[in-house]
T-cell receptor
Framework: QKEVEQDPGPLSVPEGAIVSLNCTYS??????FMWYRQYSRKGPELLMY????GNKEDGRFTAQVDKSSKYISLFIRDSQPSDSATYLC???????????FGTGTRLAVRP | DAMVIQNPRYQVTQFGKPVTLSCSQT?????MYWYQQKSSQAPKLLFH???????NEADTPDNFQSRRPNTSFCFLDIRSPGLGDAAMYLC???????????????FGDGTRLSIL
């Protein structure tokens, strides 16, 4: 069993839809959680960075962490074709520790 | 803008011919990482430098080496590339100064390596 599980998709939605992307993990020691967006042939770009449980909002993006369920989510409101990319969740146990990534979910937003 | 820059963006080499990929950063981060990412897979950490200290992952092949001559630059050397080493190589940086004083990793755009 992988430490971090993420549905690879692809996920296809119409423009304007609310998108929900999720990761589950098995190691309760993870405390820092990140979402990266990766366009084709580019490096991962940090979208959201959260510590421990709770919600964090930034524009159209909301990250949720539920440590009791070992489940994290990224919500994208009013999705745009420019949001079409692969979304990677990542997490680590302590400050400075190495990241453990999910395999990424490919998202396509149709105009 | 402060950033992580990787050169070249695309590299083609022959089977068994040594190749070097480079990474530079203007973020003044003390930690630099090298990842290998194959198609539709998660980035796989090869090694990282914490300041000048080199930290190798246990499953990184000996074929992969790294150098960090100064804070800003880091190199990935592949001594004898095989067909299985064709991948995107990503450099990332972060700042870490003890518990609670760190930043998440910032990535460059990668070097796509092809092996003939």
């Amino acid at each position: 069993q992988k430490e971090v599980e993420q549905d690879p998709g692809p996920l296809s939605v119409p423009e304007g839809a609310i998108v929900s992307l999720n990761c589950t993990y098995s190691n309760s020691a993870f405390q820092y959680f990140m979402w990266y967006r990766q366009y084709s042939r580019k490096g991962p770009e940090l979208l959201m960075y959260t510590y421990s449980s709770g919600n964090k909002e930034d524009g159209r993006f909301t990250a949720q962490v539920d440590k009791s369920s070992k489940y994290i989510s990224l919500f994208i409101r009013d999705s745009q074709p420019s949001d079409s990319a692969t979304y990677l969740c990542a997490m680590r146990k302590s400050s400075g520790d190495k990241l453990t990534f999910g395999t990424g979910t490919r998202l396509a937003v149709r105009p | 803008d402060a950033m992580v820059i990787q050169n070249p963006r695309y590299q083609v080499t022959q089977f068994g011919k040594p190749v070097t990929l480079s990474c530079s950063q203007t973020l003044n981060h003390n930690v630099m990482y090298w990842y290998q990412q194959k198609s539709s897979q998660a980035p796989k950490l090869l090694f990282h430098y914490y300041d000048k200290d080199f930290n190798n992952e246990a499953d990184t092949p000996d074929n992969f080496q790294s150098r960090r001559p100064n804070t800003s630059f880091c190199f990935l050397d592949i001594r004898s590339p095989g067909l299985g080493d064709a991948a995107m190589y990503l450099c990332a940086t972060s700042r870490h100064r003890g518990e609670g004083v760190d930043q998440p990793q910032h990535f460059g755009d990668g070097t796509r390596l092809s092996i003939l």
